[in-house]
């Protein structure tokens, strides 16, 4: 993942469902939850930062998307209702 795909909107919101403050920066959040590293002056995000924190996180990663089926009866066929999941983890969960 590059800078332009990560959503501050959503780590702000992770933060928010797991009563943690934010009083330091950005990267620092982000690499106190091992979901980054530092190389250089550069930050490289992991798979963990695109699954909780990317704008479009089935474009970087396609099999993060969640299908749920509804059959007709105990046999997988007869497909009544299907809905994908395409959002982070956390609005997923």
């Known amino acids: 993942m590059i800078k332009k ?3 501050k909107g959503r780590l702000k919101n992770y933060l928010l469902k ?5 009083t330091i920066s950005t990267e ?5 939850l091992d979901v980054a ?6 930050i490289l995000f992991n798979n963990a930062d695109v699954i909780f924190f990317a704008k479009h996180t089935h474009k970087i990663i396609p ?3 969640i299908t749920c089926i509804r059959y007709n009866g105990t046999e997988s066929v ?5 809905i994908g999941f395409n959002d982070d983890l956390v609005f997923q969960y």
């Open 37 to 42: 590293k530092m190389e250089g002056k550069n």
């Open 28 to 32: 620092e959040v982000l690499l106190n």
């Open 63 to 65: 099999q993060v998307c």
């Open 78 to 82: 007869g497909i009544i209702d299907r």
């Open 5 to 7: 795909d990560f959503d």
């Open 18 to 22: 797991a009563k943690i403050s934010k």
